[in-house]
């Protein structure tokens, strides 16, 4: 049996309507990418299959540096107490050499005095090294082989000591160690600045020594194409800031906005607000300059992903002149506030600056509105106050009235009630 035709034409149905409906632009979300340099500056690459690893040998000194302390002070530890127990044993030998062990057997003076078992000669060993000198056991001039002992010893402890002193000092005073009182913006802001599209970070300084040369560079880190069909998985191209245009290190004397201005040779003319939400693209943000106290060169780092970039926002002030001092408000120095900017990317602005004054337009006219509002509220709440006491008045005033008095007039027909105020 044949199906029945519907009587609506099927241009006309349900399913015809919902297909000629205009779709909107579907976006997709971001897939979460990891991030090149982590919010506290380290570096997020792990490095494996590394076949010749005999080359950090070679460098003894900067691998003790860049390994933890728990592994340094092992290491520590192993080396003065491996170079006691060989020049301990060594010690022992000279003594069994001599004879000095056999008390039987000896008949001349000894080599080093009080020194009768392995025990003591390490007792001797760390006495000679750390030079101790307790006084009980001591060298003497009979046997030329323990003065050359005596001398290789004092050699390898003042290597030992001048080695792993100055690890500890390096490691101590490392240059990331003054890179955490330099902060950064948790967030950064894309907003109109100038009559342009800027992407703006704030920095800053908690100590009161200053950082001598101080210079901030920008790099947008995403994941490129090229036209021969060559993946590159991290692109790192430099931002101009207006800092390096000018050429001028900064005055990190107090927190700083660095502007990076969304011309046509940025990385960013292209995207709009949507997009930027949709993109794997990471700013990284440098900044170096010369310790003031210790004259060490520091770097501290961090990132900033899609998420992490407000567009249409701007950093609240912070500096503000209190009795002749200009005092600085740490705990607004990552607010931001909503500002009119453009959703469209820098390049449709260039191409119609029409966008720009519209949104201006706008934003003043809503403003304008929204005291107009404030205004007409603040006028109403008055007069409400204002009657609410007038009628208070009235109700004072009604009390201070005189109050009626009735009495009674007798008459020939009975009693009339007559009321005087």
Not at 58 to 83: A, E, G, N, P, Y
Not at 292 to 316: D, K, L
Not at 369 to 379: A, F, G
Not at 385 to 393: F, I, P, R, Y
């Amino acid at each position: 049996m044949l199906a029945r035709k519907s009587i609506i034409p099927e241009e006309f149905g349900l399913p015809g309507l919902v297909s000629r409906l205009p779709r909107k632009p579907v976006f997709r979300d971001r897939v979460n990418k990891a991030r090149f340099i982590a919010k506290n500056g380290s570096c997020n690459l792990a490095h494996k299959n590394i076949r010749e690893q005999g080359r950090f040998l070679q460098d003894v000194f900067t691998t003790l540096v860049d390994m933890k302390w728990r592994f340094t002070l092992v290491i520590f530890t192993t080396t003065f107490v491996s170079s006691w127990l060989l020049f301990g044993m060594s010690w022992w030998l000279v003594a069994f050499a001599h004879g000095d062990l056999d008390p039987e057997g000896q008949t001349g003076a000894h080599c080093v005095t009080a020194v009768k078992s392995f025990t003591s000669a390490f007792l001797f060993s760390i006495e000679v090294q750390v030079t101790i000198g307790f006084g009980g056991r001591m060298i003497t001039e009979q046997c030329p082989t323990a003065i050359t002992v005596l001398i290789m010893q004092n050699i390898a402890g003042l290597i030992i000591n001048a080695v792993m002193l100055g690890c500890i000092f390096m490691k101590t005073a490392q240059s990331n160690r003054r890179a955490e009182t330099l902060i950064f913006s948790r967030h950064g802001v894309i907003a109109v600045r100038n009559n342009s599209l800027c992407f703006m970070i704030r920095i800053g300084d908690l100590r009161k020594s200053m950082i001598i040369g101080a210079t901030v560079r920008l790099q947008v880190v995403r994941k490129t194409t090229t036209p021969e069909g060559e993946v590159i998985p991290i692109h790192q191209i430099d931002v101009q800031t207006e800092s390096a245009a000018a050429s001028n290190s900064l005055f990190l004397l107090a927190p700083l906005i660095i502007c990076h201005i969304i011309d046509k040779n940025s990385p960013l003319y292209d995207l709009s607000a949507m997009e930027m939400q949709c993109s794997d693209l990471e700013v990284i943000v440098i900044l170096e300059g010369v310790v003031e106290t210790t004259g060490i060169t520091t770097q501290a780092r961090t990132s900033y992903i899609s998420e992490e970039i407000q567009w249409g926002h701007r950093f609240v002030p912070i500096v503000t002149e209190e009795e002749g001092v200009y005092s600085v408000d740490y705990s607004k120095f990552g607010n931001t506030v909503k500002v009119a900017t453009p959703r469209c990317s820098a390049r449709e602005l260039d191409e119609k600056p029409s966008i720009l004054i519209q949104t201006l337009q706008k934003s003043e006219m809503s403003h304008q509105n929204s005291l107009r509002k404030r205004n007409s509220m603040r006028r109403n709440n008055s007069m409400r106050k204002g009657g609410a006491s007038s009628g208070g008045l009235r109700r004072n005033n009604s009390g201070l009235l005189a109050p009626k008095v009735q009495f009674y007039t007798s008459t020939e027909g009975g009693a009339s009630l007559n009321a005087v105020t």
